[in-house]
């Protein structure tokens, strides 16, 4: 058995580089690949979106029908092409009725689509249908997150005749998200009412996608190894703390990878100078890049402390908005790129129209994101909770040190500075106070003036570390050759 190879299908609401919202779509990218370097059969599955340019890709001749209960049987269309550098095929479900607008998941007012529960519904029952289309016999179906999370039980009752001996992982990558919908969502996913209760699918007399899929995997996962305890507490297990628990001895931590062909100063050709751990010159010129663009004081002595992410309240925006004029009163330059709830980017903008060491990108810009790990000499993460966190661990190899709140894979994969004993590759606090935040801040800047060889050789030292997709890849094996074997 442990030699055997396994197919793999993987289902994902985005993957890089065909439609992102977020780190889910940097581990979907990446993920399989390094799984089909281990020597097994991975197929990726995701939805047709509006903005993915067909153009390229190959249209499969037959049409693929899926079942959805009562509103009877609708009829896909299915494309496909493989991942960049590899030959992982990947597979697009085209439905243009669900999927043929501007957004993912939600309108450009932020407002979620009103028809997400049958929109991702139907796309798991696709994914599903697909592998009878293809004639692929999965060993393995492995779900993320509530939009795919009813896969492990439609898998054992309403598609069994093709999936008998499949078994399933369902990979959690944030659980504050669990796909709550109105309880007629049953009818549509035709797995039987008697699964509609507290231990399954019901929560508070509606549906929960994420709980039933938890109840339902053969194994679940999660991020890194904190969240995984972490998701069973009250702090953070956002009401499914107990039902969690109660699955422990199936639920596993594994941290995410990095894409280093995408994620390295040395290979970045989107950044202004490329650079090494060896040859740091470059380094200079991508901070002279970012000062350029966001207007700021053209200064090499100067810190730049770097943000990237969604404007929302689980990265810490409160914090950040609390401490900000403080943090701007000390010698830094801070320079933000976001976009999310309305108040955060309302305040940032008036900040930035205020203060003259502080740059504001209001907007989704992947350059941009590239440039700032690269020209940042410290990179924000103050996140009250964080599955994994994958702009920390960018940063590393960048040589832009954390500061990051303990909490979740920011807390196992940064370790706090320590002058002693040489240690360290990040600042890190636990509290979720500004106060925590702001003397991090200070002390990471009073690090960087007044002791700048402990923080050249911090730097030096988190360049060199590795979260390479391998690793992480071999442990999901692992776990998928354990469920296997049951
Ligand atoms: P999450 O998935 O919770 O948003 P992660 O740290 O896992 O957090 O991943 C976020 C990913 O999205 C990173 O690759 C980050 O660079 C990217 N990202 C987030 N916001 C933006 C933005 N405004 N512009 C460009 N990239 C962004
Ligand atoms: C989620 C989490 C983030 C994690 C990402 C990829 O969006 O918020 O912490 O890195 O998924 O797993």
Redesign the pocket.
Known sequence: MSDKKLNILFAASEVVPFA?T???A?VAGALPKAIKELGHDIKVVMPRYYKIDTSKLTKLEEPLGVPMGVMGEFWAGVYTTTLPNSDVSIYFIDYEEYFGRSGLYEDEHGNGYKDNANRFMFFSKAALQLCKMLHFTPDIIHANDWHTAAMPLLSKTRFIHDFAHAKSVLTI??LQHQGVFFKGLMDVMEVGWEHFNSHEFESHDNVNLLKGGIAHADAVTTVSKKYANEIQTSEFGFGLENHIQAHSHKVYGILNGVDYDEWNPSVDRLIAKKYDVGKMSGKKACKKDIQKHFGLEIRNDVVIIGF???FVE?KGIGLIASVLNGVLDMDVQVVM???GEKWAERFFSDVSLHRLNFGLHV????V??HKIEAGSDMFLMPSLFEP????QI?SLRYGTLPIVRATGGLDDTIVNFDEAKKEGNGFKFYDATHDALYHTVLWAVNVYYKNNKAFKAMQKRAMKEYFGWDRAAQSYVDVYKNISNR
């Open positions: 992102k977020g780190g889910l940097d990558h944030n990237v992410g969604r689980q790129l976001g976009t907007g989704y810009d992947e941009m994101a994994c966190g994958l702009n960018y």
